[in-house]
T-cell receptor, first 116, second 110 residues
Framework: SAVISQKPSRDICQRGTSLTIQCQVD?????MFWYRQQPGQSLTLIAT?????????ESGFVIDKFPISRPNLTFSTLTVSNMSPEDSSIYLC?????????????FGQGTRLTVV | SQQGEEDPQALSIQEGENATMNCSYK?????LQWYRQNSGRGLVHLIL?????REKHSGRLRVTLDTSKKSSSLLITASRAADTASYFC??????????FGQGTELSVKP
């Protein structure tokens, strides 16, 4: 399986600012996704990062708040814009190579964001 | 949005005992996967079971899938203190998108 590196691993940010999280995969993958995990909760899918086109957002998430880029098959960024304390979460990047019914996703170590 | 429920939400057992976690989901699936997460870190993939499979084994792990009941279970046999973690089931559609369950927090006491 591929290895995903996320940067930064953690950050403490002031409210009203923005943070861009980078996700680098060591091999080309068809699909890349961004998830949020609020404290003590499960993972919630934010969006599917599409190469060369706009990301596909899940209900409750919008591009203005979480702009996503995916310039190629190995790299994606997620920006958390105009942050508030409610954005304090772990943000995880995921990659998947679609193979019939055997598609397995793998994850980066996550970015722990604290907004003060 | 969450796919369904996992139970129990928390499970505490002694080392050597077996741990069983259950997962229910709502929609049709391509496959179902189980992950482990230690202390809010990244997820580790444990096992994948396809929608046309009923049971799968991997080491001390045994996963079952009942698509008629839209449910799955994960059994960890002969548990160890190192198995202490949160366990999540996730259903996958054909595009690889995962929808996670609420998770079970497992504590294995030495």
């Amino acid at each position: 399986s591929a290895v995903i590196s996320q940067k930064p691993s953690r950050d403490i940010c002031q409210r009203g600012t923005s943070l861009t999280i980078q996700c680098q995969v060591d091999s080309q993958v068809t699909m890349m996704f961004w998830y949020r995990q609020q404290p003590g909760q499960s993972l919630t899918l934010i969006a599917t990062a599409n190469q060369g086109s706009e990301a596909t957002y899940e209900s409750g998430f919008v591009i203005d708040k979480f702009p996503i880029s995916r310039p190629n098959l190995t790299f994606s960024t997620l920006t958390v814009s105009n942050m508030s304390p409610e954005d304090s979460s772990i943000y995880l990047c995921s990659g998947a190579e679609v193979r019939l019914s055997n598609t397995e996703a793998f994850f980066g170590q996550g970015t722990r964001l604290t907004v003060v | 949005s969450q796919q369904g429920e996992e139970d129990p939400q928390a499970l505490s057992i002694q080392e050597g005992e077996n741990a069983t976690m259950n997962c229910s989901y709502k929609t049709s699936i391509n496959n179902l996967q189980w992950y482990r997460q230690n202390s809010g870190r990244g997820l580790v993939h444990l096992i994948l079971i396809r929608s046309n499979e009923r049971e799968k084994h991997s080491g001390r792990l045994r996963v079952t899938l009942d698509t008629s009941k839209k449910s799955s279970s994960l059994l960890i046999t002969a548990s160890r203190a190192a198995d202490t973690a949160s366990y999540f089931c996730a259903t996958a559609d054909r595009g690889g998108k995962l929808i996670f369950g609420q998770g079970t927090e497992l504590s294995v006491k030495p």
